[in-house]
Nanobody, 125 residues
Framework: QVQLVESGGGLVQAGGSLRLSCAAS????????MGWFRQAPGKEREFVGA????????YYADSVKDRFTISRDNAKNTVYLQMNSLKPEDTAVYYC??????????????????WGQGTPVTVSS
């Protein structure tokens, strides 16, 4: 399994932007599809988006579509989540996840095998 470490979370005002990063260990990063999930207090973990092994395909939850963008740099073993036009309802702990499964795009957290520790994002109104 790959080891994942997220960074870039913090406090931002509504309408602002943040970019999260997820650094992966190991030499086979390009063999993993990557996903971002989030979990708000008292709520279940929610799919945010996913990106294919080479980065050519991305998938997003309707709640973040057109505001969030996932990208990856396989040379740096890093996946990014660019978050624009943030809303208070985006407040959550954000997790990146990795999988070799072809079902990565379904949005199910069970499709992912490796998880980071999470980075908190707070959006103030």
């Amino acid at each position: 399994q790959v080891q994942l470490v997220e960074s870039g979370g913090g406090l931002v005002q509504a309408g602002g932007s943040l970019r999260l990063s997820c650094a992966a260990s190991g030499r086979s990063f390009s063999a993993y599809a990557m996903g971002w999930f989030r979990q708000a207090p008292g709520k279940e973990r929610e799919f945010v988006g996913a990106i294919s092994w080479g980065g050519s395909s991305t998938y997003y939850a309707d709640s973040v579509k057109d505001r969030f963008t996932i990208s990856r740099d396989n040379a740096k073993n890093t996946v990014y989540l660019q978050m624009n036009s943030l809303k208070p309802e985006d407040t959550a702990v954000y997790y990146c996840a990795a999988t070799r499964r072809p079902t990565y795009y379904t949005g199910s957290y069970t499709a992912f095998d490796s998880w980071g520790q999470g980075t908190p994002v707070t959006v103030s109104s």
